[in-house]
């Protein structure tokens, strides 16, 4: 018999799932679906299947029965969950309220528990995370180069950290390149750990559904940061900043001995408090696109503007969904290390737009978006300068 579909899930889980009333709001909003057209990974549909394997579980006829689900299904369910990019647009617009973009990684878990997830080389994070500490596989004492910019080391130990990310090292390096020259021209003083220290911050496990190694992770990374007197940890991944900040102090155990804060964040109050000057002009148009786990996960959505519209010259245009209502670009969930067409073509979507806006240059502020976006302009006949924030803001700040 399937072992129960409730297991897993809290009270807010299981609230959302009946929640959920079919009014397929949410279905306007999907990218996966704007692309595929396909009815399975409709959130409504989802939450439907899954409703329905409860009650075909659950039920005192299933209890007494005995009543298996048929693998189809199972499988059918299993895709559908994990091509989602969990960017949690349909759960900004769900007039239930049901928070998806927490909801579908737990339903991935769950799948995951039965040996039906994860898909394709999503398996192999936990084994390159045990191994070299990133889930790339690429070697640990290379995490910090060829990219690191001369200049001073960080210091030993201080309040202030900065935590580069697996795939801001090793995919996106102009992006933490920026991120650096960015820290040092504020001139506070910051630390880091070791390349071989810092590891992974869990999130690709948690979002594939493999949490067992997460525990160890957290706890060794909280710990070094506590050793070294850390107040305030900065990163510019959005993903790093949402596992960091709701994950963390779960699998840590406790409330985290320091603050969690995004780059942009960090950057902001640094001109405002007149700690960061800005040099020169520069006489652009610019588009930025608003990260889903930045805007919808963390609500941070006007300091990357602010920051932007700090520089002379500089005109701000919007994409027609932004902020909250931003769509994905295309990279989110490690959907695309499985369906990597899906993936492209939706980020072919923002680049269109951003080209007939007349946009310069398209402003990107998370490593995932910056790789994607990169990737899908390959051999795509539109073409836009694609520039992270502090790459761009490097430019302007000695
Ligand atoms: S989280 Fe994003 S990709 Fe997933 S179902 Fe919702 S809108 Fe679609
Ligand atoms: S918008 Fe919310 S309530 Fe409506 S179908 Fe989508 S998930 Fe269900």
Known sequence: MVRGFT??????????????????????YCPVQEVTGRIAIAPSEKIRIYRSFIEKTESLRALITGRDLPEQLLGDFT???????????????????????????????????????PMGSQAEIPGAIESTGNPYNQPASERYSPWFPEGPEPARRAE?????????????QPMVRGDLMVLRAIGREFTMLEAEEEVCCGFPLYITGQHEPLEAL??????????????????????????????????????LPFRIIHITQYVLRALREGGLKIRGELRERLIY???CYLSRGVGVIREPR??????????????????RLSRCCGAGGAARKVFHENATAIARLSIDEAYEKGAHRLVLSCPAC????????????RKIMIVDIMELLSGFVT
């Open 370 to 381: 910056y790789e994607k976006v990169n990737e899908a302009m390959r051999g795509y006949h």
């Open 160 to 172: 202030i950290a900065y935590y580069v990310g697996c795939t801001g090292a090793y995919q996106a």
């Open 218 to 255: 957290v706890k060794r990374l909280v710990q070094a940061y506590r050793d070294r007197g850390v107040r305030e940890l900065i990163c510019s991944c959005p993903c790093c900043v949402n596992m960091m900040s709701k994950d963390w102090p779960y699998y840590y155990g406790e409330r």
């Open 289 to 291: 696109h608003d990260p």
């Open 79 to 117: 895709r559908a969950v994990f091509e989602c990019t969990t960017c949690g647009a349909c759960g900004e617009v769900c007039p239930a309220g049901i928070d998806t973009q927490r909801l579908w990684p737990l339903l991935r878990r769950e799948m995951v528990k039965r040996g039906l997830g």
């Open 7 to 28: 297991e897993g899930l809290g009270r807010k889980e299981m609230a959302e799932i009946k929640a959920c009333t079919q009014c397929r709001e949410c279905l306007r």
């Open 306 to 323: 602010e920051i932007l519209q700090a520089i002379p010259g500089v005109e701000l245009v919007e994409f027609d969904r932004w902020g």
